[in-house]
T-cell receptor
Framework: DQQVKQNSPSLSVQEGRISILNCDYT??????FLWYKKYPAEGPTFLIS?????DKNEDGRFTVFLNKSAKHLSLHIVPSQPGDSAVYFC????????????FGTGTSLTVIP | DADVTQTPRNRITKTGKRIMLECSQT?????MYWYRQDPGLGLQLIYY???????NKGEISDGYSVSRQAQAKFSLSLESAIPNQTALYFC?????????????FGPGTRLTVL
């Protein structure tokens, strides 16, 4: 069973607007969450993370929100730029699992100039 | 130079053949991982290693084996390849003492088993 789910395989947004990527998880033991960005022919690269003790973490144009009661996190990109076009993966881990992360299936974001 | 390298980048092989995928890193990280990515399934953990003497199975280890030859090298083997092992394979490293605890990925190996 997929413990981390990204229900939107793709998303298209106009340049300058907000992109919102969503991720849901089922394991209530998860306490650390990350977003990765992946371009074609490259490996995923770390984007931003959040610990379960927080509900928001911001880094420049990227903000991650965590709603523990709903087991939901989202990544907001404002303003969206064409270079943000990539596949975005969310990942989650639980303390004590030795840095074992569970990944979602990815959302392909296209930012239209 | 890339911090995490994988060889080969692409490989086509036949059912029943033994295949080895290699991963090297210059980040000095103790922890290394092998993942596979299939369309619609995201990344799934095959094996991970916390140091040279510590190897652990991940979610989907059946049909695979690994070898941690040194801190910098972690190899994945398919003893007898089968078509449903056709996938994109990623190696990753991490430093558990670093704030953020993120993993650093190699560029991937695209494996096709005919």
């Amino acid at each position: 069973d997929q413990q981390v789910k990204q229900n939107s395989p793709s998303l298209s947004v106009q340049e300058g607007r907000i992109s919102i990527l969503n991720c849901d998880y089922t394991n209530s033991m998860f306490d650390y969450f990350l977003w990765y960005k992946k371009y074609p022919a490259e490996g995923p690269t770390f984007l931003i993370s959040i610990s379960s003790i927080k509900d928001k973490n911001e880094d420049g144009r990227f903000t991650v929100f965590l709603n523990k009661s709903a087991k939901h996190l989202s990544l907001h990109i404002v303003p969206s730029q064409p270079g943000d076009s990539a596949v975005y993966f969310c990942a989650a881990s639980a303390r004590g699992t030795g840095n074992q992360f569970y990944f979602g299936t990815g959302t392909s974001l296209t930012v239209i100039p | 130079d890339a911090d995490v390298t994988q060889t080969p980048r692409n490989r086509i092989t036949k059912t029943g053949k033994r295949i080895m995928l290699e991963c090297s890193q210059t980040k000095g990280h103790d922890r290394m991982y092998w993942y596979r990515q299939d369309p619609g399934l995201g990344l799934q953990l095959i094996y991970y290693s916390f140091d040279v003497k510590d190897i652990n199975k991940g979610e989907i280890s059946d049909g695979y084996s690994v070898s941690r030859q040194a801190q910098a090298k972690f190899s994945l083997s398919l003893e007898s390849a089968i078509p449903n092992q056709t996938a994109l394979y990623f190696c990753a490293t991490s430093d558990p003492t670093a704030f953020g605890n993120e993993q650093f990925f190699g560029p991937g190996t695209r494996l096709t088993v005919l």
